[in-house]
Each structure stands twice: as structure tokens, then as C-alpha cells.
């Protein structure tokens, strides 16, 4: 049985197993418990795990997709994009017309998969990441 839901209290350790495995520099709990309640936080549960996360942030001028992973052994079914694909159904849910994102310059895999999803690319930023430039993506909704 599996399942997209919004985020809850007890899914944050889950989540953070997957962010540790996904990121150089991962966030920490707190930020992710920041965005309870966000309606964008959602999660992708299988058998009762949490394979998958991504948070929609739904209070800017556009969408803004703060973030998105799965568990490394859950990759390649399809969850990244199930999890996309409802994150854009969110955004039309409240009315926005473009998601934005920033990926690591260095994240060429992360780059493809929004290309694959038609997100375009609007510029370089230099040293979002400190250590790495960013590349802003667009997706007209
Ligand atoms: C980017 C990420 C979220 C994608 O998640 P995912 O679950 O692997 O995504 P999908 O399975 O939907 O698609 C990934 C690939 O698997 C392929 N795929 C999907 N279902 C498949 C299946 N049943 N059989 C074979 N391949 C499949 C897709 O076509 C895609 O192929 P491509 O890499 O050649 O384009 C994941 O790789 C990840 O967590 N990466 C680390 C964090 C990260 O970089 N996040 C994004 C930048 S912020």
C-alpha cells in the first residue's frame, strides 16, 4: 500500500534518514519542522515508510519547490515524479501559473530529471550554495 499525503510530526525522522543520504549539505530537522502544516510538504509512504518527501513552498509570489528526494533504494520507480507531478497539482490547486527552483550547478542528475519534467532553465546564480552556483528553473503551469 502506498500513498501521497501531507506531512505529519512523526514522518520528520523518516525524512531526514533520506535527506542525510541525498544532499552534501543536508537540512536539519528543525527546518523541516518549520514547514508542518505547509500544505506543499508532502510524502510519499510505502508499506508504511516514508520513501520519498518534497515541499511546495505555497507563500511566495511564484510556487517555489524548496525541495524534493527519495530514499537512494527507492529511486528510479517513478516516486521522484509522482511527488513532482502532485507538487504541480498543488501549485495549480492555488492558483499559481510558475514553479521556480534552484538545483546545484554540480546536481547534472537533478538538472535532467526537471528537464524531463519541462522545467526550463532562467539563469545561473553564483554562490547560492556557498561552495556551488545554483541553476534557477522555471515550469509555466
Ligand atoms: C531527483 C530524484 C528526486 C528523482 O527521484 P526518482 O524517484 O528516482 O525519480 P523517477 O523514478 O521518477 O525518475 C528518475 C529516472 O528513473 C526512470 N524511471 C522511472 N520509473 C522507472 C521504471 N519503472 N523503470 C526504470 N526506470 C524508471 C525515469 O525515466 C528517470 O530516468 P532518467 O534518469 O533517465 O531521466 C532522486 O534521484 C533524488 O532524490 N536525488 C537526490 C536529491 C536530488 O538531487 N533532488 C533534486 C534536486 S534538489
Not at 516514508?50 to 529511486?75: C, K, Q, W
Not at 539563469?123 to 522555471?138: F, H, K, S, T
Amino acid at each position: 500500500m502506498h500513498l501521497i499525503r501531507e506531512a505529519q510530526e512523526k514522518d520528520i525522522a523518516g525524512i531526514v534518514i533520506i535527506e542525510d543520504m541525498s544532499f552534501p549539505v543536508p537540512w536539519p530537522d528543525f527546518l523541516f519542522m518549520a514547514n508542518l502544516g505547509n500544505p506543499g510538504f508532502i510524502v510519499y509512504e510505502d508499506k508504511k515508510n516514508i520513501v520519498g518527501y518534497a515541499i511546495l513552498g505555497t507563500f511566495m509570489d511564484n510556487a517555489h519547490l524548496l525541495s524534493i528526494a527519495v530514499h537512494p533504494e527507492h529511486r528510479k520507480h517513478g516516486i521522484g515524479s509522482f511527488l513532482l507531478k502532485a507538487c504541480i497539482g498543488i501549485a495549480r490547486c492555488h492558483g499559481y501559473e510558475c514553479i521556480t527552483l534552484e538545483v546545484r550547478e554540480k546536481n547534472l542528475k537533478g538538472q535532467k530529471f526537471y528537464q524531463a519534467h519541462g522545467f526550463k532553465e532562467q539563469e545561473i546564480v553564483p554562490g547560492y550554495y556557498l561552495e556551488d552556483n545554483a541553476v534557477r528553473m522555471y515550469l509555466k503551469i
